[in-house]
T-cell receptor, first 113, second 110 residues
Framework: ETGVTQTPRHLVMGMTNKKSLKCEQH?????MYWYKQSAKKPLELMFV???????ENNSVPSRFSPECPNSSHLFLHLHTLQPEDSALYLC????????????FGAGSRLTVL | EDKVVQSPLSLVVHEGDTVTLNCSYE??????LLWYKQEKKAPTFLFML????IEKKSGRLSSILDKKELSSILNITATQTGDSAIYLC??????????FGKGTHLIIQP
């Protein structure tokens, strides 16, 4: 257990469904991140939040909608996804943004049918 | 756009061998280079390097940064089957998050 907890660990959804991924960190960090990991590709940074404020949106399609109600919780709301969105979604946190060490959660494996 | 290239992408060796993994980068406003190990799901932190030429060690693993060559190596000596994993290199620069390479998939055969 790394101190960053992600739920659910596995999710299968149809293209018309709406679902959410949840991330919670117990490390007292102020920055939280969503990364996408697809086969044979580098981890792709999606969103960055620092003290609940979004500081980076890496040209992510609007079918992915992040929410950060406080520094300990981060959500990724999913709707009308495509099969190519199937991937491992990793949440991470760090003390602050910048070149800090990120602590990752175990990820949510998403399959879009 | 920041870029990280790792080589080789995959490597199979026998237990007891020594391996060297490579990472090169192009990044604006370089601040640090990090190595992670990913066995099942969550990448786990190994090293963070900020200064050139200073080796960091942890047991059989060591790493060094060369800012002139914009590269880093990760060495593992006397490899064990438990070292089998994907090793990720990442750099911190202008963006708020880290930019990752594709990783090196290392397999240690008994």
């Amino acid at each position: 257990e790394t101190g960053v907890t992600q739920t659910p660990r596995h999710l299968v959804m149809g293209m018309t469904n709406k679902k959410s991924l949840k991330c919670e960190q117990h490390l007292g960090h102020n920055a939280m991140y969503w990364y996408k990991q697809s086969a044979k590709k580098p981890l792709e940074l999606m969103f960055v939040y620092n003290f609940k404020e979004q500081t980076e949106n890496n040209s992510v399609p609007s079918r992915f909608s992040p929410e950060c109600p406080n520094s300990s919780h981060l959500f990724l709301h999913l709707h009308t996804l495509q099969p190519e969105d199937s991937a491992l979604y990793l949440c991470a946190s760090s003390l602050e943004t910048g070149a800090n060490v990120l602590t990752f959660g175990a990820g949510s494996r998403l399959t879009v049918l | 756009e920041d870029k990280v290239v790792q080589s080789p992408l995959s490597l199979v060796v026998h237990e007891g061998d020594t391996v060297t993994l490579n990472c090169s980068y192009e990044v604006t406003n370089f601040r640090s280079l990090l190595w992670y190990k990913q066995e099942k799901k969550a990448p786990t932190f190994l090293f963070m390097l900020t200064s050139s030429g200073i080796e960091k060690k942890s047991g059989r693993l060591s790493s060094i940064l060369d800012k002139k060559e914009l590269s880093s190596i990760l060495n593992i000596t006397a490899t064990q089957t438990g070292d089998s994993a994907i090793y990720l290199c990442a750099v911190g620069g202008g963006a708020d998050g880290l930019t990752f390479g594709k990783g090196t998939h290392l397999i240690i055969q008994p």
